[in-house]
């Protein structure tokens, strides 16, 4: 069995106009990250321990909008959400409306492994982290100098629809391991300007994270509302689990999402290794990696993705 990893950092008003100068950064960005998770999986770890990895680095990483590089809400306060779950097991840990944790997806995975709960949220999340070593952080560590210029130019101009490349965004990460198991896991600073409370898709088991290895691992970014209410990332699931292929579920759910009126995308892997990388947006950050098919053992590809058309031209798929 083949490892293979794929991950996103978000889906929105990706072109080539709005990303210039700073593609290069963008990619290097993503190669770094997947990195994390390649690096875990080539030493026969976890497709959880993987995603895990991953997520955190995206999180870590100020280009993407979860972590370090979250966008504040109405009040300039950044609340995160972040979930993971584990394909062998079907258990699954998330933390919503969290400010001070430095990484929301750790969070995520201590609720999996040591609360007999799922989803913790706001201080009593917080008060969990408390009780098992995780520091607080200062709220303002979150808001780096760009987020802070996007949260000014949003709130002058109320009554204008402005979006910045990636203000929309969440991170995940999707895998499977040697052992043929697959992992989720998902983390986001939510909408930027968003009311104070508003919870998204990415916490919710079902709609922006889930994983099962009779079905497929998913993670998706977007408007959350609308994952809500298709239940997408289940739905992608189940749709494969009774014999759709992989590639027409994730089609069919994201063609629900945009008759609604939601914008977005998806990263999905099965047991088998195929996944697929899709978008109802003009673009995903996105990557993907695997060992390589040369003989050599720490051998392994890596590829980026920025825009839907190099997805849409891409055979990466399988």
Wanted: hydrophobic residues 40%.
């Amino acid at each position: 069995m083949k490892w293979k990893i794929v991950i996103h950092g978000g889906a929105g008003n990706i072109t080539p106009e709005r990303i210039g100068d700073r593609e290069g950064d963008y990619r290097e960005a993503l190669k770094a990250c997947i990195l994390e998770g390649v690096a875990v999986l080539k030493k026969g770890g976890s497709a959880l321990e993987a995603v895990v990895s991953a997520v955190k680095a995206l999180e870590d990483n100020p280009l993407f909008n979860a972590g370090r590089g979250s966008v504040p809400n109405e009040h300039g306060i950044v609340e995160m959400d972040a979930g993971v779950m584990d394909g062998r097991t079907l258990e699954a840990g998330a933390v919503t409306m969290v400010k001070h944790i430095r990484n929301p997806v750790l969070l995520a995975l201590k609720v999996l492994q040591e609360s007999e709960h799922v989803l913790l949220g706001g201080e009593g999340a917080e008060e969990f982290a408390l009780q098992h070593g995780f520091e607080l952080v200062d709220n303002r560590y979150f808001i780096t100098e760009e987020r802070w210029k996007q949260y000014v130019n949003k709130f002058l101009s109320k009554n204008k629809k402005v979006v910045e490349i990636n203000s929309l965004g969440t991170v995940g990460a999707v895998a499977v391991d040697k052992d043929g198991n697959v992992a989720a896991a998902t983390s986001t600073g939510g909408l930027l300007f968003k009311h104070s409370g508003r919870i998204g898709d990415t916490p919710l088991i079902g709609a922006g994270t889930y994983a099962d290895n009779e079905g497929a691992a998913v993670s998706t970014t977007g408007l959350g509302e609308f994952f809500i209410r298709t239940a997408t990332a289940f739905q992608i699931n189940l749709l494969h689990k009774t014999g759709t292929s992989l590639q027409k579920a994730v089609q069919q759910t994201l063609q629900q999402v945009k008759k609604l009126g939601g914008t977005g995308g998806v990263i999905a892997v099965n047991s088998k290794g195929e996944h697929v990388i899709d978008c109802v947006s003009p673009g995903i950050f996105s990557a993907v990696a695997e060992p390589s098919l040369k003989k050599i053992d720490n051998e392994f590809s890596v590829e980026t993705y920025l825009y839907a058309l190099e997805l849409r031209c891409s055979t990466s798929h399988t």
